[in-house]
Structures are given as structure tokens and as C-alpha cells.
């Protein structure tokens, strides 16, 4: 079983930047591929990166690719979502979501979410 408790997450104007963090229980965190995924409004949830166990390998929604950075600390069982340039359209609930095994982009593919934290962008 892993808990996961997402953080960082506020009020930002445009072009500013936020760094959300997801901390997880469990001493088996490097085996965990960890995704971040988010919901506007009245939108379904998207995919937005996902990081292997390791941290070799990296995924991006193409609406977040070089805007954003997916990385890790196994050591402190966490994950981190940094967010630059930020936009309008960024605004949604972040969520957090690990499974084990290889990273993939689906949201189905993931077993455990942490309880999300909200990011709002002012245009």
C-alpha cells in the first residue's frame, strides 16, 4: 500500500512558476513509477508527466513539455511537479499517482492517487 500526500500547490499570475511536491509512505518508492495528472472544471483528468523508479526516464503531456519538470528524491520518497511560464489554462486540481512498474500516461494504469492540490493560475 502507498499513501500519497501532495503539497505546493496556490495562487500564481501568469508566467509565474510553482513547485508541487508529493511525499509517499513505503520503503519501496524507487520500485514506483510516479505520474502527475490534473482536472479543470467540468474537464476530465489529464495526463501531465510521469518519471520512472529510477528517474532515467521522463514523460510529457505536449501542452506541458518544456514549460514543466517531473523529478525525484528516493531518498525522501518524493516526487516533485515544477511548473514554469505558467498559464491560464494550467489552472486544475494537481494529483499525484503511483503504480508499480514502468511509467506509462494513462490514468487507469495508476493504483494509488494522493487527495490532489489546487493550482490557479490569474490570467
Known amino acids: 500500500q502507498v499513501q500519497l500526500v501532495e503539497s505546493g500547490g496556490g495562487l500564481v499570475q501568469t508566467g509565474g512558476s510553482l513547485r508541487l511536491s508529493c511525499a509517499a509512505s513505503g520503503r519501496t518508492f524507487s520500485t514506483y513509477a510516479m505520474g502527475w495528472f490534473r482536472q479543470a472544471p467540468g474537464k476530465e483528468r489529464e495526463f501531465v508527466a510521469a518519471?520512472?523508479?529510477?528517474?532515467?526516464?521522463?514523460y510529457y503531456a505536449g501542452s506541458v513539455k518544456g514549460r514543466f519538470t517531473i523529478s525525484r528524491d528516493n531518498a525522501k520518497n518524493t516526487v516533485y511537479l515544477q511548473m514554469n511560464s505558467l498559464k491560464p489554462e494550467d489552472t486544475a486540481v494537481y494529483y499525484c499517482a503511483a503504480r508499480f512498474g514502468r511509467p506509462l500516461m494513462g490514468q487507469y494504469e495508476y493504483n494509488y492517487w494522493g487527495q490532489g492540490t489546487q493550482v490557479t493560475v490569474s490570467s
Open positions: 518519471i520512472g523508479g529510477r528517474g532515467g526516464i521522463t
